[in-house]
């Protein structure tokens, strides 16, 4: 089993959809979480840090279900500029990121 | 702020061949790790800096890799001899030294080739 699972996609949405990506981890020490967003032959960019709490960044939240292994991504309003590969990230007590795949979203005009 | 360079930004070499990877980090970041993705697969930690000491070195894949992080500013990745494999691309990233902050900020990558 992978250590951190993700549907590489793709996920085709219209512009102004709602869009959500699922993620779950094998490590249930996992302390800290993070959403990273990669560009085309560019490098993985943060995009937001997962709390236990949720968390919301303009049309963008996170939510962790430490007892599920589980954190989730969630795109209102989807624009063009989203289209890219959105990578779930887990960090264990050694500072070392654990990556899933990725998975791709395509927004279409 | 500069962020995370790396040098060269691509590298074409011959299987046997040496190729040495550079990576400046963020000024001030005390930690400094090397990441490497190869075609098909998910980012795969290779190393960790704590300034210029190894703090964890469990990705690395065999002795042909060799990092080094004198004075605890750059970085270097040689790998010697290259073979086929080690084609991928190679990210540095930084993050400062501050206790709970694991948000760790990446370079544009070197991409190696092997032939």
């Known amino acids: 089993r992978k250590e951190v699972e993700q549907d590489p996609g793709p996920f085709n949405v219209p512009e102004g959809a709602t869009v959500a990506f699922n993620c779950t981890y094998s490590?249930?020490?996992?302390?800290?979480f993070f959403w990273y967003r990669q560009d085309c032959r560019k490098e993985p960019k943060l995009l937001m840090s997962?709390?236990?709490s949720g968390n919301e960044d303009g049309r963008f939240t996170a939510q962790l279900n430490r007892a599920s292994q589980y954190i989730s991504l969630l795109i209102r309003d989807s624009k063009l500029s989203d289209s890219a590969t959105y990578l779930c990230?887990?960090?264990?007590?050694?500072?070392?990121?654990?990556f899933g795949t990725g998975t791709l979203l395509a927004v279409q005009p | 702020e500069a962020g995370v360079t790396q040098f060269p930004s691509h590298s074409v070499i011959e299987k046997g061949q040496t190729v040495t990877l550079r990576c400046d980090p963020i000024?001030?970041?005390?930690?400094l790790y090397w990441y490497r993705r190869v075609m098909g697969k998910e980012i795969k930690f290779l190393l960790h800096?704590?300034?210029?000491?190894?703090?964890?070195e469990s990705g690395m894949p065999n002795n042909r890799f060799l990092a080094e992080r004198t004075g605890g500013t750059y970085s270097t990745l040689k790998v010697q001899p290259a073979e086929l494999e080690d084609s991928g691309v190679y990210f540095c990233?930084?993050?400062?030294?501050?206790?709970?902050?694991?948000?760790?900020?990446f370079g544009p990558g070197t991409r190696l080739t092997v032939t």
């Open positions: 990233a930084s993050s400062p030294g501050l206790a709970g902050s694991y948000e760790q900020y």
């Open positions: 490590n249930s020490a996992s302390q800290s």
């Open positions: 997962v709390y236990s």
């Open positions: 990230v887990v960090n264990w007590a050694t500072n070392k990121l654990i």
């Open positions: 000024s001030g970041h005390d930690n």
């Open positions: 800096f704590v300034k210029e000491s190894k703090q964890d």
